[in-house]
C-alpha cells in the first residue's frame, strides 16, 4: 500500500524558515516523480514544486521561486521542502505527492497533509 | 487572468449529470493541453480522476467509475468534466488542472452540491 506521511508543519513567524519532510513507502521511491501541493485554510489547490526521480529536473512556482528549495533521498525515501522568508501567504497545508513522471503526469497518491502556519 | 477558470459552484440533482468547465485563458489553445481533474470531498484528500486530450489520448484514474468522463469544448476552449448517474457521495469540490510552461496549474475549483 502506498504511503506518504508528511511531517515538520508548524507555526513560524514571518521571514524564519521551515523544513518540511515527506516518508514514502510501498512503492519503489527512485521510479517516481514527487511534488509538494499546497492548499491555503478554505481555498484551492496550488502546485508549489515538483522533482524528478533523480533529481535531474525540478520547478517551481512563480510564487515560491526563490525561496523554497525541493530534493529528495532516494535512500531515505524522504522528499523535502526547505521554506525560506517566509510569509503569510504561504500559510496552507501542504501535500506531497506522487507522479509517474516529471511533467505531464498526474499525482496519483497524495499524503495527508501538514499544515504550516506562518503568523507573528 | 488565470490560466484556469472554473465556476465556483454547480448543482444537480441525484441520478441527473453534471457538467463541469474549465476555460483555458485566451491564447492558450484547448486542443494542445491534457485536462486533468481532481476531486476533493469534504476534509479528504484530492483524487485523482481522469485525463483527456483527445479521444485517443485519455486516461481513467484507478477506481474512478465510467460515468466520470472528459471532453473538451473547443469553440469555448474549454476542458469538461461529465458525471452521470449524480450520486449524493459525489458532492465535492473539482478542480482541474495542466501542465503548462512547466509549471502546474490548478483551476479555482467548483463546488458540486447534490440536492
Known amino acids: 500500500e502506498v504511503q506518504l506521511v508528511e511531517s515538520g508543519g508548524g507555526l513560524v513567524q514571518p521571514g524564519r524558515s521551515l523544513r518540511l519532510s515527506c516518508a514514502a513507502s510501498?512503492?519503489?521511491?527512485?521510479?517516481?516523480?514527487m511534488h509538494w501541493v499546497r492548499q491555503a485554510p478554505g481555498k484551492g489547490l496550488e502546485w508549489v514544486s515538483g522533482?524528478?526521480?533523480?533529481?535531474?529536473?525540478?520547478g517551481y512556482a512563480d510564487s515560491v521561486k526563490g525561496r523554497f528549495t525541493i530534493s529528495r533521498d532516494n535512500a531515505k525515501n524522504s522528499l523535502y521542502l526547505q521554506m525560506n522568508s517566509l510569509r503569510a501567504e504561504d500559510t496552507a497545508l501542504y501535500y506531497c505527492?506522487?507522479?509517474?513522471?516529471?511533467?505531464?503526469?498526474?499525482?496519483?497518491?497524495w499524503g495527508q497533509g501538514t499544515l504550516v502556519t506562518v503568523s507573528s | 487572468q488565470p490560466v484556469l477558470t472554473q465556476p465556483t459552484s454547480l448543482s444537480a440533482s441525484p441520478g441527473a449529470s453534471a457538467r463541469f468547465t474549465c476555460t483555458l485563458r485566451?491564447?492558450?489553445?484547448?486542443?494542445?493541453?491534457?485536462i486533468y481533474w481532481y476531486q476533493q470531498k469534504p476534509g479528504s484528500l484530492p483524487r485523482y480522476l481522469l485525463r483527456?486530450?483527445?479521444?485517443?489520448?485519455?486516461?481513467?484514474g484507478s477506481g474512478v467509475p465510467s460515468r466520470f468522463s472528459g471532453s473538451k469544448d473547443a469553440s469555448t476552449n474549454a476542458g469538461l468534466l461529465l458525471i452521470s448517474g449524480l450520486q449524493s457521495e459525489d458532492e465535492a469540490d473539482y478542480y482541474c488542472?495542466?501542465?503548462?510552461?512547466?509549471?502546474?496549474?490548478f483551476g479555482g475549483g467548483t463546488k458540486l452540491t447534490v440536492l
Open positions: 505527492a506522487k507522479a509517474l513522471d516529471y511533467g505531464d503526469h498526474p499525482f496519483d497518491y
Open positions: 510501498g512503492f519503489t521511491f527512485d521510479d517516481y516523480a
Open positions: 522533482i524528478s526521480w533523480n533529481s535531474g529536473s525540478i
Open positions: 485566451s491564447g492558450i489553445n484547448v486542443g494542445t493541453y491534457r
Open positions: 483527456y486530450k483527445s479521444d485517443s489520448d485519455k486516461q481513467q
Open positions: 488542472a495542466i501542465w503548462y510552461s512547466s509549471t502546474w496549474v
